[in-house]
T-cell receptor, first 113, second 113 residues
Framework: RKEVEQDPGPFNVPEGATVAFNCTYS??????FFWYRQDCRKEPKLLMS???SGNEDGRFTAQLNRASQYISLLIRDSKLSDSATYLC??????????????FGAGTRLTVKP | ETGVTQTPRHLVMGMTNKKSLKCEQH?????MYWYKQSAKKPLELMFV???????ENNSVPSRFSPECPNSSHLFLHLHTLQPEDSALYLC????????????FGPGTRLTVL
């Protein structure tokens, strides 16, 4: 099983649609969770952290399910500018070394007019 | 944004060349990372430096040699690369701690002929 797994997509949705992505992780000792957005030929940029109680930032809602070891990202009222690849990232607990992260391969989203 | 910069942005090299990638962060972070991103694959963590000390080397071939002279600068020295090493090389930095969010540079797109 991959350490962090995402459906590669692509997800093609019309403007205004609601779309959700899931990401599963294998290490039950994972501590921190993130969603990044990566535009074509650009670097990943942090979209939002994912907190245990779930969190929302405008049209974006992130949730964590520790029991099932997955995180999700919900995008409401999709905009053309939301078209990008969405990467989930999971920080492993490795003793004294806290600086380790594993990324999923990303889910590609295209929002169409 | 100029938090993390990388040079050069594009590099074409032959298999016998020696070149270096440079990364500089202006965020006051104490951890820096090298990642490799190949098409349709997850980001692969290559090296991690905490407070200028290398804390992780993910089985990277010796033709890649990192150097971290201080907390703000990170280099990746390249020699006798193979065509399969062609990829986007991303540098990131973070401040070790509870959340430890990583911020990426724009990357160097490397082509090995």
């Amino acid at each position: 099983r991959k350490e962090v797994e995402q459906d590669p997509g692509p997800f093609n949705v019309p403007e205004g649609a609601t779309v959700a992505f899931n990401c599963t992780y294998s290490n039950s000792a994972s501590q921190s969770f993130f969603w990044y957005r990566q535009d074509c030929r650009k670097e990943p940029k942090l979209l939002m952290s994912v907190y245990s109680s779930g969190n929302e930032d405008g049209r974006f809602t992130a949730q964590l399910n520790r029991a099932s070891q997955y995180i999700s990202l919900l995008i409401r009222d999709s905009k053309l500018s939301d078209s990008a690849t969405y990467l989930c990232a999971v920080k492993w607990s490795r003793g004294t070394n806290n600086n380790d992260m594993r990324f999923g391969a990303g889910t590609r989203l295209t929002v169409k007019p | 944004e100029t938090g993390v910069t990388q040079t050069p942005r594009h590099l074409v090299m032959g298999m016998t060349n020696k070149k270096s990638l440079k990364c500089e962060q202006h965020l006051g972070h104490n951890a820096m990372y090298w990642y490799k991103q190949s098409a349709k694959k997850p980001l692969e963590l290559m090296f991690v430096y905490n407070f200028k000390e290398q804390t992780e080397n993910n089985s990277v071939p010796s033709r890649f040699s990192p150097e971290c002279p201080n907390s703000s600068h990170l280099f990746l020295h390249l020699h006798t690369l193979q065509p399969e090493d062609s990829a986007l090389y991303l540098c990131a930095s973070s401040q070790p701690g509870l959340e430890d969010t990583q911020y990426f540079g724009p990357g160097t797109r490397l082509t090995v002929l």
